[in-house]
Nanobody
């Protein structure tokens, strides 16, 4: 399994970005995909995750109402639309794969990870 995150970059506060996670699996609908982020010196934080069918999703408290996770199983891609970005959203963002939907998508349940993409939000 390989996950490739893309779409990172620099943006001013209040701006928007969309991240993509391309996943090399036969049937993406069999997997939960999550987005996580990490800043130096801190633990990796759960941002959002989505069930295989897309019918269920979870968001971390810090991004609720601003970020939206979606998926296109036919294209083997999961997206993270990030609106109203804040400087505190600055981090390396990772996508990851789990084979089971779990409450609040705990980080340790995700076995496969992409390489990360940097988001920098300036004030």
């Amino acid at each position: 399994v390989q996950l490739q995150a893309s779409g990172g970059g620099s943006v001013q506060a209040g701006g928007a970005l969309r991240l993509s996670c391309a996943v090399s699996v036969l049937r993406l609908e069999a997997y939960v995909i999550g987005w996580f982020r990490q800043v130096p010196g801190k633990e990796r934080e759960g941002v959002a995750c989505i069930s295989g069918s897309g019918s269920s999703s979870y968001y971390g408290d810090s991004v609720k109402g601003r970020f939206t996770i979606s998926r296109d199983n036919a294209e083997n891609t999961v997206y993270l639309q990030m609106n109203s970005l804040k400087p505190e959203d600055t981090a390396v963002y990772y996508c990851a794969l789990d084979n089971l939907w779990r409450l609040a998508c705990p980080r340790l349940s995700f076995a496969s990870w992409g390489q990360g993409t940097q988001i920098t939000v300036s004030s």
